[in-house]
Nanobody, 129 residues
Framework: QVLLVESGGGLVQAGGSLRLSCAASGRTFVIYAFSTYAMGWFRQAPGKEREFVACISRGGGPTYYADSVKGRFTISRDNAKNTVTLQMSSLKPEDTAVYYC?????????????????WGQGTQVTVSS
């Protein structure tokens, strides 16, 4: 089993920052080390399709970002703690969405989520103008 739990969402004014974390646990990560999974962040706004935000490769790099967040968001991971973090700065109202972390047994894949094996329950990020 796999459990991904996101935290750190909330309400922030435009231009502000938030730090999302995703903690991974479960038997799967005992058998197959967390470090063997690429970890991605996705988001879904009301009435919109889920979209790719960022991904960090299995070993910690390279990283990939959606054009809309490049230069503002930074993804990182701590394989010793089984966590992945998304540091978000210069937030805009259009960043408002539910943010999900996901794990993929393989390299990063910039998709709408297809190809990712495990998902968290999501955390709400709301950016006010």
């Amino acid at each position: 089993q796999v459990l991904l739990v996101e935290s750190g969402g909330g309400l922030v004014q435009a231009g502000g920052s938030l730090r999302l974390s995703c903690a991974a646990s479960g038997r799967t990560f005992v058998i197959y080390a967390f470090s063997t999974y690429a970890m991605g962040w996705f988001r879904q706004a009301p009435g919109k399709e889920r979209e790719f935000v960022a991904c960090i490769s299995r070993g910690g790099g390279p990283t990939y970002y959606a054009d809309s967040v490049k230069g503002r968001f930074t993804i990182s991971r701590d394989n010793a703690k089984n966590t992945v973090t998304l540091q978000m700065s210069s937030l805009k109202p259009e960043d408002t969405a539910v943010y999900y972390c996901a794990a993929r047994s393989g390299p990063c894949l910039q998709s709408t989520g297809v190809g990712y094996d495990y998902w968290g329950q999501g955390t709400q990020v709301t950016v006010s103008s």
